[in-house]
């Protein structure tokens, strides 16, 4: 940051290989289209070079950036609330695909793999943002409960009060489909 502060592209350029995928797969996550995820990923870098000047390492990077992402993504899921898509009358879904690698399985097994992906993608999209972000920054991006803290701007104890509350919503949700 402090080669970017200075203007020098060739460090953004290595902060940008750094971090896109950590970006994208977090984006993707949370709005289940990776060309979207892709688009918002570049908003997010541009934020980046533009606060360069009023950086300041107070925290890690990794949690500056993921903070700036995770408004990038919450003002994204309140335009889309707003503006949802009407044609001819009716609401049209956009369909998430899962991020599973399915390629080694029978079909019959990429099958049923598909759909309790798809299962699991749903209980997740009808968590609450915060949620929802909190279980994928330690799901996914395996981030400690410091730095999701950091991120959603909470507590400590606050994180795991929402990681609770979000795995629980998630078995009810799923209860069908678990072997108990």
Known sequence: ???????REECFQVL???????VIGMVTKMLGDKIEAEDLAQQVFVRVWKSAKRYVP???????????????????????QRCKLI??????EEKMQPLQDLTALSPAQKILDW??????QAAIEQLPDP?????????????????????????L?????????????LKCHLRRYLSC
């Open 87 to 92: 044609a001819g009358g009716m609401e049209i």
């Open 58 to 80: 107070s925290a890690q990077f990794t949690t500056w950036l993921l903070t700036i992402t995770r408004n990038l993504v919450f003002n994204e899921i309140r335009r889309r």
């Open 157 to 169: 104890p606050a994180v795991k009060s929402i990681l609770f509350r979000a795995r629980e919503e």
């Open 131 to 155: 949620q929802r972000l909190a279980l994928i920054l330690r799901r996914y991006e395996e981030m400690p409960y410091e730095d999701i803290a950091q991120i959603l701007g909470t507590s």
């Open 115 to 120: 759909e309790m992906q798809e299962v699991i």
């Open 16 to 22: 940008i290989k750094r971090h896109q995928t950590r």
């Open 1 to 7: 940051m402090i080669g970017i502060k200075a203007g």
